[in-house]
């Protein structure tokens, strides 16, 4: 168990449709990122934040939204929904402290677009 | 730019013994930092071993190993006495960005599907 937890595991929407992704990081963790892992584009950075302020941006599309509330947890929002967003969405989170600033991956989202 | 190379897509372990899994990476900062992760079955990533950039040695996590050739660009994953529930895909990630230090993202290979035979 890393610590960082991830809701719902499974969410089967349809085309179009709009839904939310939370994560809540583990105890003392500062920094969310957010992954996006499909079978064809692999595993894709998609955005960060730091202490609830955005930090850096990667293939993020513009129907997606992200931030970061005062307890530190997180909502990636995703809207406009198409079939290829159907992926595991993972959210990690990282110590601000020390070189290694290893990420903690929490389980997944599991996204099916119909 | 494929910045992270895993050049096997599956490899084949026979229980006990060890295995090396190949990375190579591409990158002009100076600072950064190599990661291992597991992914089972199940789908959860499971963080293994770390190496930063500046350091002297290869990392050692219990069975795991990471055999750092910094002219080369390569970091390959050493899994010593290979169990069965070492059967799961693992990805090569590299960290960079701008801020440096530890709180970069993470770029990640393709990964290599490590299956243990009994």
């Known amino acids: 168990d890393s610590g960082v937890t991830q809701t719902p595991k499974h969410l089967i929407t349809a085309t179009g449709q709009r839904v939310t992704l939370r994560c809540s990081p583990r105890?003392?963790?500062?920094?969310v990122y957010w992954y996006q892992q499909s079978l064809d584009q692999g595993l894709q950075f998609l955005i960060q934040y730091y202490n609830g302020e955005e930090r850096a941006k990667g293939n993020i599309l513009e129907r997606f939204s992200a931030q970061q509330f005062p307890d530190l947890h997180s909502e990636l929002n995703l809207s406009s929904l198409e079939l290829g967003d159907s992926a595991l969405y993972f959210c990690?989170?990282?110590?601000?402290?020390?070189?290694?600033?290893?990420?903690?991956f929490g389980p997944g989202t599991r996204l099916l677009v119909l | 730019a494929q910045k992270i190379t895993q050049t096997q897509p599956g490899m084949f372990v026979q229980e006990k013994e060890a295995v090396t899994l190949d990375c190579t990476y591409d990158t002009s900062d100076p600072s950064y930092g190599l990661f291992w992760y597991k992914q089972p079955s199940s789908g959860e990533m499971i963080f293994l071993i770390y190496?930063?950039?500046?350091?002297?040695q290869n990392a050692t996590e219990g069975r795991y190993s990471l055999n750092f050739q910094k002219a080369r660009k390569s970091a390959n994953l050493v899994i010593s006495a290979s169990q069965l529930g070492d059967s799961a895909m693992y990805f090569c990630?590299?960290?960079?960005?701008?801020?440096?230090?530890?709180?970069?993202?993470?770029?990640f290979g393709k990964g290599t599907k490590l299956s243990v035979k009994p």
């Open positions: 105890s003392g963790d500062l920094s």
């Open positions: 990630a590299m960290r960079e960005g701008r801020y440096g230090g530890s709180q970069g993202n993470l770029i």
């Open positions: 190496q930063g950039s500046y350091d002297q």
């Open positions: 990690a989170s990282s110590d601000p402290g020390g070189p290694a600033g290893t990420q903690y």
